[in-house]
């Protein structure tokens, strides 16, 4: 069988051109440390780092949310611990001020300290985080919360729960509303201490005056005491969700790990055998050019002499 020149031309310029491809492809995957350049290269590895590296970014974004739902509740203890000082300080004004050798015009002085508590507390209740939205608000996050009023403070929020999709499997809530902390049921710590600022200022004159003031007295130490308690439930179940997001955190970090382990299994680059790939085939390449020269440079007159 005859073989042409030009087939001769052909098959040596195709063979080197593959391994040219080949060395070319090999230094992309070295500079990159991908295995993988195109889906062509693997295509079952290709689509399963697909789904892996989808998986990774809802791992991601479940981990944001997390971070956004810890910063709404921390800026929710920091003002309740306020809120619980302030509380707590109101209570030993309210037992000095049942003292019975108090006169007319010293119980007037703690109505005055017992409504700048009162003032202070609707100061906390309007509260608004870095971003300006009134936290216990709901989701009329752009209203105040309260204003104050002849008989205590309006609430002009709403009893919505902000609601953060933490987990998969889980949804929190992380934000309060003022009429489950501050108004909620049968107990209005606004209204408590507007009635005894109005008993303190209004004279005990005979016995009736005095039993009133007594049992309003005991009503306001005994509303106080409802509403620290109350506050510090809501932080318990604050402290609660934030041990939880830790813990969601952790299992996250060790999912986000074996997601890049995973990736890097499909992916990366075995830099040691594509090294010695790469060296090999430059041998290669170099012997395959100069049988390509030799090859093509005979002629007959190589033979007759």
């Given at each position: 069988?005859?073989?042409?020149?030009?087939?001769?031309?052909?098959?040596?310029?195709?063979?080197?051109?593959?391994?040219?491809?080949?060395?070319?492809?090999?230094?992309?995957?070295?500079?990159?440390?991908?295995?993988?350049?195109?889906?062509?290269?693997?295509?079952?590895?290709?689509?399963?780092?697909?789904?892996?590296?989808?998986?990774?970014?809802?791992?991601?974004?479940?981990?944001?949310?997390?971070?956004?739902?810890?910063?709404?509740?921390?800026?929710?203890?920091?003002?309740?611990?306020?809120?619980?000082?302030?509380?707590?300080?109101?209570?030993?004004?309210?037992?000095?001020?049942?003292?019975?050798?108090?006169?007319?015009?010293?119980?007037?002085?703690?109505?005055?300290?017992?409504?700048?508590?009162?003032?202070?507390?609707?100061?906390?209740?309007?509260?608004?985080?870095?971003?300006?939205?009134?936290?216990?608000?709901?989701?009329?996050?752009?209203?105040?919360?309260?204003?104050?009023?002849?008989?205590?403070?309006?609430?002009?929020?709403?009893a919505q729960?902000?609601?953060?999709?933490?987990?998969?499997?889980?949804?929190?809530?992380?934000?309060?509303?003022?009429?489950?902390?501050?108004?909620?049921?049968?107990?209005?710590?606004?209204?408590?201490?507007?009635?005894?600022?109005?008993?303190?200022?209004?004279?005990i004159t005979?016995?009736?005056?005095?039993?009133?003031?007594?049992?309003?007295?005991?009503?306001?130490?005994?509303?106080?005491?409802?509403?620290?308690?109350?506050?510090?439930?809501?932080r318990t179940?604050?402290?609660?969700?934030?041990?939880?997001?830790?813990?969601?955190?952790?299992?996250?970090?060790?999912?986000?790990?074996?997601?890049?382990?995973?990736?890097?299994?499909?992916?990366?680059?075995?830099?040691?055998?594509?090294?010695?790939?790469?060296?090999?085939?430059?041998?290669?390449?170099?012997?395959?050019?100069?049988?390509?020269?030799?090859?093509?440079?005979?002629?007959?007159?190589?033979?007759?002499?």
């Amino acid at each position: 069988m005859r073989i042409s020149t030009n087939t001769i031309y052909q098959t040596g310029i195709s063979k080197l051109s593959d391994l040219q491809i080949n060395q070319s492809k090999l230094q992309q995957q070295i500079a990159t440390g991908r295995r993988i350049l195109s889906p062509s290269d693997d295509p079952i590895a290709a689509a399963r780092a697909l789904e892996v590296s989808h998986e990774k970014e809802v791992n991601k974004s479940f981990a944001d949310t997390r971070q956004t739902a810890t910063l709404k509740l921390n800026t929710l203890e920091a003002n309740l611990t306020s809120v619980t000082n302030l509380l707590v300080a109101t209570q030993s004004t309210l037992v000095g001020a049942g003292n019975g050798s108090l006169s007319n015009s010293e119980r007037k002085i703690f109505a005055t300290e017992l409504k700048g508590s009162l003032e202070a507390l609707i100061g906390l209740a309007n509260t608004q985080d870095a971003s300006g939205n009134y936290i216990y608000s709901g989701f009329k996050s752009s209203t105040p919360t309260y204003t104050a009023t002849a008989t205590g403070a309006t609430y002009n929020g709403d009893a919505q729960q902000q609601l953060l999709q933490v987990d998969p499997q889980r949804q929190m809530s992380v934000n309060v509303t003022g009429d489950s902390l501050f108004t909620g049921g049968a107990n209005d710590a606004f209204a408590t201490l507007t009635n005894i600022v109005n008993l303190l200022n209004t004279p005990i004159t005979n016995a009736a005056t005095q039993t009133n003031f007594t049992n309003g007295l005991t009503s306001a130490i005994g509303n106080m005491q409802a509403a620290v308690d109350n506050v510090l439930n809501v932080r318990t179940s604050i402290g609660t969700k934030l041990n939880e997001l830790e813990a969601l955190d952790v299992a996250g970090t060790d999912r986000d790990l074996q997601y890049r382990a995973a990736l890097s299994d499909l992916q990366d680059l075995d830099y040691t055998a594509a090294l010695s790939d790469l060296a090999k085939l430059d041998t290669i390449l170099q012997a395959a050019q100069k049988s390509f020269v030799t090859t093509t440079s005979l002629s007959l007159f190589n033979f007759m002499n």
